[in-house]
């Protein structure tokens, strides 16, 4: 099982950047996805999640509004698409398959400052 995120960067308070998450080793189809952070000294917070067909998603109240989460099955790829984005986003970013058990990825680092 291999959950590999990539996408993250440096970027100024108010851009945009799209996170990747390629699943491999598993039956992604079948799974819900979510995005998690962590910033630098505090705890894994929830940021999205997305069901197994892509019909329900959910966000933290933090994101609401700014990010969206998507997922293309025939790719075994899950999106997070970051705008209007803060200082306080800043973080490593992680995906989770919902699965049992489930799979985390390596994280990819996100830095908003001007």
């Known amino acids: 099982v291999q959950l590999v995120e990539s996408g993250g960067g440096l970027v100024q308070p108010g851009g945009s950047l799209r996170l990747s998450c390629l699943a491999s080793g598993f039956t992604f189809s079948s799974y819900t996805m979510k995005w998690y952070r962590q910033p630098l000294g505090k705890e894994r917070e929830w940021v999205a999640g997305?069901?197994?067909?892509?019909?329900?998603?959910n966000y933290a109240d933090f994101v609401k509004g700014r990010f969206t989460i998507s997922r293309d099955n025939a790719k075994n790829t899950v999106y997070l698409q970051m705008n209007s984005l803060i200082p306080a986003d800043t973080a490593v970013y992680y995906c989770?398959?919902?699965?049992?058990?489930?799979?985390w990825g390596q994280g990819t680092q996100v830095t908003v400052s001007s």
């Open positions: 989770y398959a919902a699965a049992a058990p489930g799979y």
């Open positions: 997305i069901s197994s067909t892509g019909s329900l998603r």
